[in-house]
């Protein structure tokens, strides 16, 4: 992965290059329809890639959710999941690596799991998002889906056009 960052007047800088697969892969993966873990393994097997530039119309938003208490500077909140009840539904795609009854300890990253909503337009993903977070129940840590949910609620996020970055 490479990351830049574009100013508004247009004006790009170079920030890193990660040699690994981004946290925030699966948005790529559900505009374009590619598995792009999958690909790996195909390029390390020495495979060819067999894929077209993309031509996507979708719109992803990722919601990351870590064990972490965002109204205490996001200390991680390590402890036993008592219950979890995960979002389904069209658009909706979940990426946990915790189960009901797993101890989350507090040696590692934070991140229990991923939740992504896709739609047709920035609208729909929205909706699909606020619906999903609602759904998503984890019981027994504190986590940062309360903060996700705020910010959809934000005007500053839902009224923002995300095509208005150009290159």
């Known amino acids: 992965t490479v990351e830049f960052l574009v100013t508004p007047e247009g004006e790009i800088y170079f920030l890193e290059v990660n040699p690994r697969v981004q946290v925030e892969h699966p948005v790529t993966e559900q505009i374009t329809g590619i598995d792009i873990i999958c690909e790996m393994f195909k390029i390390a097997e020495?495979?060819?890639?067999?894929?077209e530039p993309a031509n996507n119309t979708q719109h992803a938003i990722e919601f990351r959710i870590n064990a972490e208490d965002p109204r205490k500077d996001f200390s991680p909140t390590?402890?036993?999941?008592?219950?979890?009840?995960?979002?389904?539904?069209?658009?909706v795609r979940v990426d946990f690596g915790y189960a009901q009854g797993d101890p989350v300890p507090?040696?590692?990253?934070?991140?229990v799991g991923k939740l992504i909503v896709t739609g047709n337009s920035r609208?729909?993903?929205?909706?699909?998002a606020r619906r999903a977070l609602d759904e998503l129940r984890i019981a027994g840590i504190k986590t940062i889906q309360p903060l996700h949910r705020a910010i959809l609620e934000r005007d500053e996020f839902t009224a923002s056009d995300a095509s208005a970055f150009k290159v």
């Not at 020495?46 to 894929?51: C, H, P, Q, T, Y």
């Not at 507090?106 to 991140?111: A, C, N, R, T, V």
């Not at 609208?123 to 699909?128: P, V």
């Open 46 to 51: 020495g495979k060819a890639l067999a894929i």
């Open 78 to 91: 390590p402890g036993l999941i008592t219950n979890l009840q995960l979002p389904a539904g069209p658009g």
């Open 123 to 128: 609208e729909q993903a929205i909706r699909r």
């Open 106 to 111: 507090p040696y590692y990253d934070s991140l």
